[in-house]
């Protein structure tokens, strides 16, 4: 697991910079922008999907969530949806038994983030670190909750990989969404 964390850190790390990259370079363009957003969001998402967890065949664990709540927050509707639809199709298109929650969690991932910038822009939340860590774990309690509707031997697994994932889970959410700048510049 904590193999997984690293590999999602290090996505991360690399959406901010190519993230950070694509604002400086379509600052005058800012729909083309938000295009290459979307795309650059969808398709860490799908990277993340290539080498996930796999709790079992059609069942696996990744950070697409903590990217899909980003690009809603950070990025706006535009590159949320164009992120989420990418991240939706590489999903159906992987199948099996955790399809239909995975597509779910896309769902509340893309809303929760969407949820957050509409709340900042009308100033009643802010992106500090204390917020972001809150909205990590408003986040990983929603995707835990989706969970639930798998069948039961894979929720006792998720259960207990879930609890355990408690301590680091929202993490990702807080300083990598702050640094560096550049992922956090406004639109």
């Not at 790390?13 to 957003?37: D, E, M, T, Y």
């Not at 239909?100 to 949820?115: A, D, F, K, T």
């Amino acid at each position: 697991m904590f193999l997984e964390l690293i590999k999602g850190v290090a996505l991360l790390l690399a959406l901010c910079f190519l993230h950070g990259v694509n604002i400086r370079l379509w600052r005058q363009k800012p729909l083309v922008g938000q295009i290459v957003s979307g795309v650059l969001f969808g398709g860490i998402c799908v990277v993340g999907m290539l080498m996930p967890l796999v709790l079992m065949p059609g069942v696996i664990f990744d950070a697409r969530s903590v990217v899909l709540c980003m690009a809603g927050l950070f990025g706006g509707p535009v590159v949320a949806i164009i992120a989420g639809t990418l991240t939706m199709a590489w999903r159906l298109w992987l199948g099996g038994a955790g399809m239909g929650v995975g597509l779910l969690v896309v769902v509340i991932c893309v809303s929760l983030g969407l949820l957050y910038r509409y709340a900042r822009q009308r100033g009643k939340l802010d992106v500090g670190p204390r917020t972001l860590l809150l909205f990590g774990l408003v986040v990983h309690v929603a995707v835990v909750g989706a969970l639930q509707l798998l069948p039961a031997p894979v929720v006792q697994r998720i259960n207990g990989l879930c609890s355990a994932s408690m301590r680091w889970w929202p993490c990702p959410s807080s300083p990598f969404s702050r640094w560096p700048p550049c992922c956090w510049a406004p639109r």
